[in-house]
T-cell receptor, first 116, second 114 residues
């Protein structure tokens, strides 16, 4: 079974540019999460999709970030315009069910974003 | 909401040394507890988990016991190897509505020297 995949693995852009990150969850997983780790700090939640619906986007930093999951399959996270503080590692995770006693989120390899 | 406090690193050990990385949590109820690991150049992987009090999660020689009385989930390994060098994250879900987002600790960098 293929795991969670993310593209690109690395991205270097200049401040003010636009970047789009993509996440392909494990097939059949309705739940898709985006997280971010900035500057070696803790990994922080950004948002959660259930199928194509945004269930919780309380962690989105500001309106420069736009996440979509059309058709309930893969998801994109667009940063426009990018700022220096957006640099970090963006992780995507998926799960078959919302975390319960036995639920587990499976993470992708992350996209390392550097804004110069 | 739920929170987790994790031992700060970096932790530097010699090969075959004993490892403990402390993790304590604050939570409503008794959520599952997780340890994730990120090896150099790789993504985040689930290392082990425990789903209820007194459960012991184990994998690759690592163990952690869900201690309700001390609200802890310390990660241990009896004899570390160079290949264990990585960043370790303690995590728990923050139940809220229909979203059970994970709350992570700050991560502990482990460097094992030969």
């Amino acid at each position: 079974e293929a795991g969670v995949t993310q593209f690109p693995s690395h991205s270097v852009i200049e401040k003010g540019q636009t970047v789009t990150l993509r996440c392909d969850p494990i097939s059949g997983h309705d739940n898709l999460y985006w997280y971010r780790r900035v500057m070696g700090k803790e990994i922080k939640f950004l948002l959660h999709f259930v199928k194509e619906s945004k269930q919780d986007e309380s962690g989105m930093p500001n309106n420069r970030f736009l996440a979509e999951r059309t058709g309930g399959t893969y998801s994109t996270l667009k940063v426009q315009p990018a700022e220096l503080e957006d640099s970090g590692v963006y992780f995507c995770a998926s799960s078959q069910e919302v975390l319960g006693a036995a639920g587990t989120q499976y993470f992708g390899p992350g996209t390392r974003l550097l804004v110069l | 909401g739920n929170s987790v406090t994790q031992m700060e690193g970096p932790v530097t050990l010699s090969e075959e040394a004993f490892l403990t990385i402390n993790c304590t949590y604050t939570a409503t109820g008794y959520p599952s507890l997780f340890w994730y690991v990120q090896y150099p150049g790789e993504g985040l992987q689930l290392l082990l988990k425990a789903t209820k009090a007194d459960d012991k999660g184990s994998n690759k020689g690592f163990e952690a016991t869900y201690r309700k009385e001390t609200t802890s989930f310390h990660l241990e390994k009896g004899s570390v190897q160079v290949s264990d060098s990585a960043v370790y994250f303690c995590a728990l879900p923050n139940y809220g509505g229909a979203t059970n987002k994970l709350i992570f600790g700050t991560g502990t960098l482990l460097a094992v020297q030969p």
